[in-house]
């Protein structure tokens, strides 16, 4: 039987999903619960449907919609021109997408035998099992870390942090190339000591690694209510005040390459 997976988007274009330009494939489903996401859509695994908001004259919309491997590289590759001129190719998004690990798998595979330059965009929470066996088929990981505290980090997204620093020691290990990605939530993972924590756990890994800081924009709130969802209690206000320019020159002055945005 042919492998198939569940994507509930494709951005073609992405300019900030890893190097040159990209599309990006948004699969479905993931495990975390994190109170500021603003992709809702991307959590549950099956196929849904958004209704219109009330007073909209647009229909019902369904997120979801199933692929084989080949009909989604034919997709992929109708950019292939401007990924060889721009060093680009396709990234894995989500949702997270090492929950669809076996369709992962099949895409990972067949886009190293056509030479497309693939990323994962994860927030690292598998089994390591499964981290395993993909780590050795992306050319690049976009990795969340969130919060080093476990109890907050099981507060604010649902999960224990521990499969996704023990996934991040495996990656490590096994040389494999990753980036560092921050959300930066205020009054959630913005705080000194987090960052701090961090730079710590970070420290010893491979130091040609890079961080991105990411800013946060409080979106999505719509979404939530097409789904018939609730909106995460603790969601914080999209408020500025975040000093991006000290967090991003405490982790330069530890050493790392550091950025501000995806
Ligand atoms: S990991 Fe990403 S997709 Fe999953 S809940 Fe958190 S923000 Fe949303």
């Given at each position: ?8 988007r494709?951005?073609k ?9 990209r ?6 489903g ?5 109170v500021?996401c ?12 958004m ?7 647009a229909?019902?919309?369904r ?15 109708k ?18 997408p090492?929950?669809q ?10 886009c ?14 598998a ?11 992306a050319?690049l ?14 507060r604010?997204t649902g ?12 990656l490590n290990?096994l ?5 560092i ?8 993972t913005d ?5 701090r ?7 010893p ?6 961080v ?6 409080r979106?999505?709130?719509g979404?939530y209510?097409r ?18 320019e ?6 330069a002055?530890?050493?790392f390459?550091?950025h501000?945005?995806?």
């Open positions: 039987m042919d492998t198939t997976g569940i994507v509930f494709i951005q274009f992405a300019l900030h999903d890893g190097p040159g330009i599309t990006t494939i948004f699969l479905k993931c495990p975390l619960r994190c500021w603003h992709n809702p859509e991307g959590q549950e695994p099956g196929e849904q449907v209704q219109p908001l009330s007073g909209s004259s229909g019902p919309q997120v979801g919609r199933r692929f084989r491997v080949e009909a989604l590289l034919n997709q992929i590759e950019d292939r021109l401007f990924y060889d001129e721009s060093g680009g190719g396709v990234t894995f998004s989500g949702g997270e090492l929950r690990d076996v369709f992962l798998d099949a895409m990972l595979r067949t190293r035998r056509r030479e497309l330059h693939t990323v994962v965009d994860t927030s690292g929470h089994p390591l099992s499964v981290m395993e066996k993909v780590a050795p088929l050319d990981f976009l990795y969340d870390l969130k919060l080093m505290d476990d109890e907050a980090h099981r604010f999960v224990s942090n521990r499969a996704v620093l023990e996934n991040l020691l495996l290990r040389g494999r190339p990753f980036r990605r921050i959300p930066m939530v205020p009054g959630i705080g000194e000591s987090n960052l924590r961090i730079a710590d756990f970070l420290e890994l491979d130091a040609q690694h890079g991105d800081l990411l800013p946060y924009h979106i999505g709130e979404k209510r789904l018939r969802m609730q909106l995460p209690v603790e969601m914080p206000a999209n408020r500025q005040g975040i000093d991006m000290a967090a991003a020159a405490m982790f002055s530890r050493g390459r550091v501000i945005g995806g």
